[in-house]
């Protein structure tokens, strides 16, 4: 078989659904804020214990 038939030849296609128009797009945006979520109540989870003074306890870890 010539190089150009090889190419030609149809790609087997996967068993399965067939993929959902725009699914990674929404999976993606929705990743994206929930991350942005977390990170806004971390930052203001430290800028709370920062202001209530000396940090006995944050993240987990103790006073050295």
Known sequence: MSALAVALQSVPRRGGRPAIAGLRES?????ESVFALHSRL???TLAE?????????????RPT
Do not use: C, D
Request: glycine fraction near 10%; charged fraction near 25%; avoid cysteine.
């Open 27 to 31: 999976i993606l945006r929705t990743a």
């Open 42 to 44: 971390v930052q203001e």
């Open 49 to 61: 214990a920062i202001a209530a003074g000396p940090m006995r306890r944050v993240l987990g870890r």
